[in-house]
RNA sequence: GGCGCGAUGGCGGAGUGGCGACGCAGCGGAUUGCAAAUCCGUGUACACGAGUUCGAUUCUCGUUCGCGCCUCCA
């Protein structure tokens, strides 16, 4: 069998993945909050643990791997759009919803065994937080329930920040209602006019963590074998739902962590705040999914990778010539050794890359369309890849033009052909002449 | 201030204690009416300073620079 070797956040290094129960291999990455569309920053940790997915059913088994992509339908910023827009969170959390999965779909990522979301496990939340408040680790103020950090021992272990030194940070939110100033809150009161639900506590909505311990307790267990997300997650978000599940259980809550590096604009983090961002659906449309897949994947995941529309089109090329070479091959009955090898070793992306570049040729095409394929690339036949859509106006041209330019060519008018390629231009059209002699129109 | 990550040729990006991964661009050539595509060839790169070593881009320490987290954020 394969070994794996993954960065663990919490080890501080690599690691061989070993997981709990080989037959049962348990893995949940932290998805979106459906407020907005998505941004291409946000589809890197879907698209890099996707590849890990892919790469534990390829190890363990397809049926002993669940995968668990969570869902944040409820939050503050869904109910300022839905207050914004005067209509219910409902439509608000559906409409961004919809986006997101086609988004995801066209990134070329399977999709998760399970989808959980936050609004149907109310019941779980409330019923952890009777547990932490019954346990000493959380308390009710002012409406509130907020987790006291202080009742934790190793509180701050994953992000290495102690309770401490937020406090000396200063720059943690300093409420009345907090026995302490790291303190964090689990569930919030709603006024009449906001969304909430009925709890022991008045009515109200959870924080922001709670959803992630609840949803993984029920859909995954008490002990996971991977959790992963972007590495801006790691504080607060997943150090407080350690801080929720470990009080909750009395035991480990995960057991290997990965988290990936930022995507880039101009060398700095793309962020909403920033306002330096592409949504995911723009580029789609400009690029093509499979083309900001291997974007995506060009750098390793640690690796801040900094996104530019020349990388877009250096690796549309790239698949151009990957199509080229399998076109008409059938791929390999196994994916070849040196792309799982890659993968196997703290999922690198670029050796893999490398790895399918080293088998572009004809005699070896039928492994690269193999391990093309198990990274969810070359997904479609050559014809189709290469298929261009023309608008009827082009089609029109083309059919008044084809001949009369086949025709100059034949009787050596270069004169008269090369006054239809600049027609042709015109009308956004390029000329092709393939090896064979055939001609081609295609959009520019 | 605390914690963490990084620095490889024009660009992207692996990797290694001693052979210049790979891709793009560039350059030369083949082919081509032109163009595109394709094919062949082509590169004195490892931030700086010490140390360890027969030998360091690779290990250790320091310096500089860049980025991130400590507040919502993938």
């Not at 005067?86 to 070329?108: A, C, F, H, P, W």
């Not at 990388?311 to 791929?331: P, S, V």
Request: proline share 4%; net charge negative.
């Amino acid at each position: 069998m394969t070994d794996i070797y993954v960065y663990n956040t919490a080890a501080r290094g690599k690691e061989k993945f070993e997981p709990i129960d080989p037959k049962n291999v348990r893995m949940y990455v932290c998805g979106p909050t459906v407020y907005d569309h998505a941004h291409i920053g946000n589809a890197r940790p879907y698209t890099v643990f996707d590849i890990f997915y892919r790469l534990l059913r390829h190890v363990y088994g397809t049926e002993h791997v669940t995968y668990a992509r969570n869902i944040t339908d409820i939050e503050d910023k869904i109910m300022d759009r839905a207050a914004q827009e005067g209509v219910s969170i409902k439509t608000i959390t559906n409409r961004y919803t919809k986006i997101y999965q086609e988004d995801m779909r066209s990134l070329g990522n399977l999709e998760p065994d399970i989808q959980p979301k936050a609004t149907e496990h109310l019941p779980q939340m409330i019923k952890m937080m009777q547990d932490l408040i019954a346990k000493g680790n959380a308390y009710v103020a002012e409406g509130h329930v907020m987790f006291d950090v202080t009742s934790m021992e190793n509180y701050g272990r994953l992000s290495g920040h102690s309770r401490d030194e937020l406090v000396a940070g200063a720059r943690v939110e300093v409420a009345p209602y907090k026995k302490d100033p790291a303190d964090f809150v689990l569930w919030k009161p709603s006024t009449e006019e906001q969304v909430g639900w009925g709890s022991p506590w008045g009515k109200g909505r959870p924080g922001w963590h709670l959803e992630c311990s609840c949803m993984i307790e029920k859909h995954l267990g008490e002990t996971i074998d991977l959790h992963a997300g972007g590495q801006d997650l790691i504080f607060p978000h997943h150090e407080n739902e350690i801080a929720q599940s470990e009080c909750t259980h009395g035991k480990e809550f995960v057991k290997y962590w990965m988290h990936n590096g930022y995507l880039t604009v101009d060398g700095v983090k793309m962020s909403k705040s920033l306002g330096n961002f592409y949504t995911i659906r723009e580029l789609l449309e400009e690029h093509g999914g499979e083309p900001m897949r291997l974007s995506l994947l060009t750098a390793h995941y640690r690796q801040p990778v900094d996104f530019s529309n020349s990388n877009a089109k250096e690796q549309k090329r790239r698949l151009d010539r990957w199509y080229r070479i399998t076109a008409g091959a059938a791929a390999a009955e196994t994916v070849p050794a040196t792309v799982i090898e890659a993968l196997s070793d703290d999922l690198n992306t670029p050796k893999a890359i490398a790895a399918l570049d080293a088998l572009a040729s004809e005699e070896t095409a039928d492994q690269l369309l193999a391990g093309a394929q198990f990274i969810g690339l070359l997904m479609q036949s050559a014809e189709d890849w290469f298929k261009t859509e023309l608008s009827a106006e082009h089609d029109a041209w083309i059919a008044e033009n084809s001949v009369k330019y086949a025709e100059a060519r034949a009787a050596k008018d270069f004169a008269e052909a090369d006054r239809i390629r600049d027609e042709a231009a015109g009308q956004g059209l390029v000329i092709e002449i393939a090896a064979g002699g055939e001609i081609k129109f295609k959009a520019q």
